[in-house]
């Protein structure tokens, strides 16, 4: 089996900061892309943003420049430090990463159980 486990949301002011975590766990032969997703009352899911295997990350337009992801691939964990945070930005947050376990065929998806994330005007 294999959980995500994630950490680090909470109730925050607008241009303050918070930090999420997230640690995968399990029977883990390896694990490709990492990532975070929001999602908003009454909105679908949105993909924040993503990082590869080998470093290379990506972002969504409204979080470029506030927003910086993260991992330790010694640790199987990735991270996602919000800066600047913004009344919109208020969601649930959710990870994600593509995992391959031990003894089974090809990757598959896997997601945490979500942090929820309050920022006050």
């Known amino acids: 089996q294999v959980q995500l486990v994630e950490s680090g949301g909470g109730l925050v002011q607008a241009g303050g900061s918070l930090r999420l975590s997230c640690a995968a766990s399990g029977r883990i032969f390896s694990i490709n892309a990492m990532g975070w997703y929001r999602q908003a009352p009454g909105k679908q899911r949105e993909l924040v943003a993503a990082i590869a295997s080998g470093g290379s990350t990506s972002y969504a337009d409204s979080v470029k420049g506030r927003f910086a992801i993260s991992r330790d691939n010694a640790k199987n964990t990735v991270y996602l430090q919000m800066n600047s945070l913004k009344p919109e930005d208020t969601a649930v947050y959710y990870c994600?990463?593509?995992?391959?376990?031990?003894?089974?065929?090809?990757?598959?998806?896997?997601w945490g159980q979500g942090t929820q994330v309050t920022v006050s005007s």
């Open positions: 994600n990463a593509v995992i391959r376990r031990l003894g089974l065929p090809g990757p598959r998806d896997y």
